[in-house]
């Protein structure tokens, strides 16, 4: 079975199935779990990891999800989380440790850089953070007490690609000979269109809240590792408690078999968008790595084969009752956190505050607009966008 587009299908189906053969798999509520013999309990605590034990472990809805996603991945096992941030943070403790040092990309998600800032620094944690585009010469910022590099490629909210093989390879071939791990937030290419292990990565992250679960009705988060690393992810998920909700799991499982479907109109759909937009006074910049004047479109062609339907631009100079008089008369896009849904959203946001190793970049008053290109009739957000340029021009 090579083809994902097959996996989609056919993965994690009869999990544990009673005696009834239903395509998809039960869903099992389960806190407590009783065994008959001493046999079998001892049997159960000794597998714990797969076969659970107790109800926070997991059960067969879950695992079928977590199965599916680490073969999507390429993984030899996927952990889930309650969400992406969920799944972000557990990763991050696991690999640093008081007095350890940890490289973060300047572009992450903005609760990833809250989590290092409250909650790594506490504990003794260096935090250095990098600009996006620094390749092989992250190992400059590389000390003896590294212990992980983590990368968003691109960032989701500025959109910067990243040479996540370079990256990887400085971590892996430095100059102290020591164990850095590198974990990458890989939500925007989605399972389809990025394949992390063969980049050098070592945790892949998703928040299945976006586009695998991909209807906007659930949080989740899901890490993905080989042999050597999965062991440390799994006791620091287990030490932090978290478990994930069966019906969830459901729902992001069905939410996957339309995945492929869902990302090609998204990528198709935003590319019409784009062109149409490139075309348009009111926009300065347009930062999108698979549109081929991105500075990130190289390394996009070279390590994805595809596009999610999140992109930014850059407004020219607006005034903010412009910026109000056009996304408050918007009919489609919401104004709203999260993507990667039916829906297609739009945020407003000034980039500058939220970086610091590539500030110079973002001018104060910089305007960026994020939009999420949702499953509605291509036309009808271009004239939505156009009806609001209107109402732009006439403040
Ligand atoms: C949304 C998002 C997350 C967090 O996911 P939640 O499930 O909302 O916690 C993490 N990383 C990226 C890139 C995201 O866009």
Redesign the pocket.
């Known amino acids: 079975m090579n083809s994902k587009y097959t996996k989609l299908e056919t993965l994690g189906r009869n999990h544990g199935a009673l005696d009834f053969p239903s395509v998809n798999v039960p869903l099992y509520r389960a806190s407590t779990l009783v065994f008959d013999t001493l046999e079998e309990f001892e049997q159960a605590e000794k597998l714990k990891h797969k076969h659970h034990c107790y109800g926070r472990h997991g059960n067969p809805t879950t695992q079928a999800l977590a199965d599916t996603i680490c073969e999507l991945e390429g993984a030899d096992e996927t952990i889930l989380a309650a969400?992406?941030?969920?799944a972000?943070a557990i990763a991050l403790m696991a690999f640093s440790k008081q007095g350890s040092h940890v490289l973060i990309c300047d572009a992450v998600?903005g609760?990833?850089r809250d989590f290092c800032e409250n909650e790594l620094k506490k504990y003794g944690v260096e935090v250095t953070y990098f600009a996006p585009d620094i390749g092989a010469e992250i190992s400059e910022l590389i000390q003896e007490n590294t212990s992980l590099i983590f990368l968003?490629s691109p960032g989701?909210l500025t959109f910067e690609m990243q040479d996540i093989s370079a990256v990887a390879k400085a971590a892996h071939e430095n100059k102290f000979d020591s164990d850095i791990t590198v974990i990458a937030?890989n939500?925007?290419a989605t399972p389809l269109y990025f394949q992390p292990f063969e980049h050098g990565v070592d945790v892949s992250i998703h928040?299945?809240?976006?586009y695998i679960g991909g209807h906007s009705d659930l949080?989740?988060?899901s890490i993905s590792a080989k042999n050597k690393h999965i062991k440390v992810i799994r006791k620091t998920s287990k030490s932090l408690g978290g478990k994930v909700g069966s019906d969830d799991c459901y729902l992001a499982l069905r939410g996957l078999r339309t995945m492929a479907l869902r990302m090609e109109y998204h990528q198709k759909s935003t590319m019409k968008v784009i062109n149409w937009l490139q075309q348009q006074d009111e926009i300065e910049k347009i930062f999108y790595p698979a549109l081929e004047s991105d500075p990130g479109y190289e390394i996009w062609k070279k390590h994805m084969t595809g596009a999610a339907g999140l992109f930014a631009v850059q407004l020219s100079h607006v005034s903010k009752d412009q910026l109000a008089a056009f996304l408050d008369g918007l009919k489609y896009f919401g104004m709203g956190f999260?993507?990667g849904g039916f829906e297609s959203l739009v945020i407003p946001y000034k980039p500058a505050a939220a970086r610091s190793a590539s500030k110079d970049k973002w001018g104060k008053d910089d305007q960026l607009l994020r939009i999420n290109i949702g499953l509605e009739d291509t036309d009808d957000l271009i004239n939505d966008i156009k009806e609001g340029f209107k109402r732009m021009k006439n403040v």
């Open positions: 969400s992406g941030l969920a972000i998600y609760p990833t968003e989701s937030d939500t925007w928040a299945v809240t976006k949080l989740l988060g999260s993507w």
